[in-house]
């Protein structure tokens, strides 16, 4: 919660700091800040259409640049090694139990509060555009407009698949949560392992090795950062595009015959 609180303030703080005098000749933090909102705001129009992305932008926005901050905050010296408990390794800081500073994503109690928060988005914008009625028709109901015994087997069919569509939006926010921070915990165990790994060769050798091992390791969990921050904001985008935009496609395609 501590370091959760840290990254919102991180955040918060750059977010002031860039708007707070803005001008048409941007400073460097507007300059970087307008960047990000016009790139990930691209992004998110591309997949979930105008219509959706002038509603789910802020949350979607939101969630790519929190999840990147919390999941590279996990890198810096001291998160998640600086605690109570044995010490171990040549400095005498790593704790085997209870670290004073956590990743707030290598926490699963984290990732599922991110996770039912985007669902409960998808959720009321799939409502506000389709209607209860239009979502249960759209999951439900049968598909080609086949008709006599044919369109009753088919409505059977489609009924069975409805049902596993319910069953695969309600296990979302699990499936969101756990592969986040699963990703994010294995990183941060990789990482400590890789420190300890010649913790019993002596106080020099031990040094070195806690200090070199590791490094090619933080280069690939920076890269896992991004792009765990990427698949869970492009995951919420899909969702949310699948529920809300088929009618359009279907207005369109009248349209056009």
């Known amino acids: 919660v501590l370091v959760a609180l840290c990254v919102l303030a991180v955040v918060l703080w750059f977010s002031r700091k860039a ?30 259409g105008a219509k959706q992305a002038r509603l789910a932008f802020p949350l979607l926005g939101t969630l790519f640049i929190y999840i990147l901050v919390s999941n590279w905050f996990g890198l810096l010296p001291g998160v998640g090694t600086i605690g109570w408990g044995e010490p171990t390794g040549p400095l005498s800081i790593k704790a085997a139990h209870d670290p004073l500073l956590r990743p707030p994503t290598a926490d699963l109690n984290a990732t599922i509060g991110l996770s039912v928060s985007a669902f409960l988005v998808w959720l009321f914008l799939t409502i506000k555009e389709v209607g209860v009625w239009g ?18 087997a088919v409505a059977a069919v489609f009924l069975f698949v409805g049902a596993i569509e319910i069953v695969s939006i309600a296990i979302r926010p699990v499936t969101l949560s756990i592969r986040l921070f699963g990703n994010i915990f294995a990183g941060e165990n990789v990482l400590h392992t890789m420190s300890d790994l010649l913790a019993g060769q002596g106080p020099v050798l031990g040094f070195l090795g806690s200090i070199a091992l590791p490094l090619p390791f933080y280069f690939m969990e920076l890269l896992v950062g991004l792009l765990q921050a990427i698949v869970f904001t492009l995951l919420c985008s899909v969702y949310i595009q699948l529920s809300t935009t088929h009618d359009d496609h279907g207005h369109e395609e009248n349209g056009h015959h």
Request: net charge positive; hydrophobic share 45%; proline share 4%.
């Open 19 to 48: 708007t707070k005098n803005m001008s048409l000749v941007p400073h460097k933090a507007q300059n970087m800040f307008e960047f990000i909102v016009e790139f990930l705001y691209g992004q998110v129009e591309g997949i979930v």
């Open 135 to 152: 979502f249960l028709v759209h999951t439900f109901g049968p598909k080609g407009g086949l008709k006599g015994i044919m369109g009753f």
